[in-house]
């Protein structure tokens, strides 16, 4: 009978190239690090961090890793995810981090009860840091008004800082001149690229070795330059690419990655 479980056949003790990848063993790129200094410098200024990159180009688990870094005794992380929303919506979905539902749709209500939670966690001795993800999905009058949920009244000098993160639409969103109060208050952001090709042989080696507990050299060095380019270097391709070329190998009874296996692998299925 054909082998079907690649962990098995391979030997490995947990998949790898899997989307829920813990922290501690998530691979450490250089990008990742400098956007958690970042991220940090920019909160301890109580301002706002930008990340801004391609679909699968390791946003989000940037983000995981450099939110990981605050303590949660001495930090709360309100992690919100954008949306077609309006900025009622935003404020809804705030809330509800927060631990605050109501039924009414008054913003001045809203905010002031956005205002008191931060104040709870604040009197708690945490420092609330709101985390927005795929922000490049809120509508651009969002944009405008976005800064509230962080200023608060004068008799409250406290500032909510704030990561913002999304797609490269997010750009040409906080260029509007509508987000000119957002831009205002962004200290530093970073704008992610593809991994090189000594950072994808890495990355996929780290894969194998450490979250699999596999051979590293599992893949042949050709193999390990295909993926480079059938990848383009994005994290969550290369993630594709390498489970689909495992199975190709794993189907001809080799355990070995060739660069054939790339080649097949990197086919698109609708083709």
Wanted: overall charge positive; hydrophobic content about 40%; aromatic content about 8%.
């Amino acid at each position: 009978m054909r082998a079907t479980d690649i962990r098995n056949y391979y030997g490995f003790k947990s998949y790898p190239f899997a989307a829920d990848v813990r922290v501690e063993d998530m691979y450490k790129l250089k990008s990742m690090m400098e956007i958690s200094e970042g991220i940090e410098f920019a909160m301890q200024q109580s301002m706002y961090f930008a990340i801004i990159g391609d679909v699968g180009s390791g946003k989000t688990t940037a983000l995981r890793y450099s939110m990981s870094r605050f303590p949660s005794k001495r930090y709360a992380v309100i992690n919100v995810v954008g949306g077609d929303y309006s900025f009622i919506e935003l404020m809804r979905h705030t809330m509800a981090c927060l631990g605050i539902f109501t039924r009414t749709t008054q913003q001045t209500v809203m905010l002031r009860s956005i205002y008191e939670g931060l104040g709870a966690l604040r009197e708690d001795g945490k420092t609330p840091i709101l985390c927005l993800d795929e922000a490049h999905l809120l509508k651009i009058d969002v944009y405008s008004q976005l800064h509230l949920l962080s200023q608060q009244s004068h008799q409250q000098p406290k500032v909510l800082p704030m990561v913002i993160c999304g797609q490269e639409g997010l750009f040409e969103k906080l260029n509007n001149y509508q987000a000119r109060p957002i831009m205002s208050r962004i200290l530093n952001g970073y704008n992610l690229k593809s991994l090189s090709q000594d950072e994808c042989i890495g990355y996929v080696q780290h894969q194998l070795s450490t979250i699999a507990g596999g051979d590293p050299d599992l893949f042949e060095q050709t193999a390990l330059i295909a993926v480079t380019q059938a990848s383009g270097g994005l994290p969550r391709r290369v993630n594709a690419v390498c489970l689909k070329a495992l199975k190709s190998a794993m189907d001809c009874g080799r355990r070995s990655v060739t660069a054939e296996d790339i080649r097949l692998a990197s086919k698109d299925w609708w083709q």
